[in-house]
């Protein structure tokens, strides 16, 4: 009897240790804080003067990106050329529960590009002329 307790124990033990591992597994890690700083600014954009379709998917922005952390986070941070938005927006589509389609991921994509191009526009065109890139002599 005293074995099939002990054993039963032991078996407990495994089982609860294994899933503090998963779980450590399963969490991001800890933030920056030139990331925590973004989450501090502003959290909505004038998108009045955007083309329909942008304001549109300015919405499906704030709700998709709201679901995982503060819309203030992609809305302040520096990313601003379209291979940075192109590679952010991929790896949020691939976290669990992001839930974002193909589609809604090309209609953030857009919206967040054009987002960068018009109110981050001295950004965009110093990161621009740091890469070298063409259009960079504006």
């Known amino acids: 009897m005293k ?7 032991l078996a407990a033990l495994a089982v609860a240790g294994f899933m503090r591992v998963a779980r450590a597994q399963d969490q991001d890690p800890p933030l920056e804080p030139r990331v925590l700083a ?6 909505k954009i004038d998108v009045s003067k955007y083309p329909a379709p942008l304001q549109k998917s300015y919405k499906l922005f704030l709700a998709k990106c709201g679901h995982c952390h503060t819309p203030a986070r992609a809305i302040n941070c520096d990313f601003v050329l379209d291979d940075e938005w192109e ?3 991929k790896r949020m589509m691939r976290k669990a529960g992001s839930y974002i389609t193909p589609d809604e991921g090309k209609a953030i994509y857009e919206f967040v590009v054009y987002d960068s191009k018009t ?4 950004l965009y065109d110093k990161k621009l002329k740091e890469a070298g890139k063409p259009g960079s002599d504006r």
Do not use: E, H, N
Request: charged residues 40%; hydrophobic residues 30%.
């Open 3 to 9: 074995r099939l307790i002990t054993t039963a124990m």
């Open 38 to 43: 973004y989450d501090k600014g502003p959290a």
């Open 87 to 89: 590679r952010y927006v």
């Open 119 to 122: 109110r981050k526009k001295d």
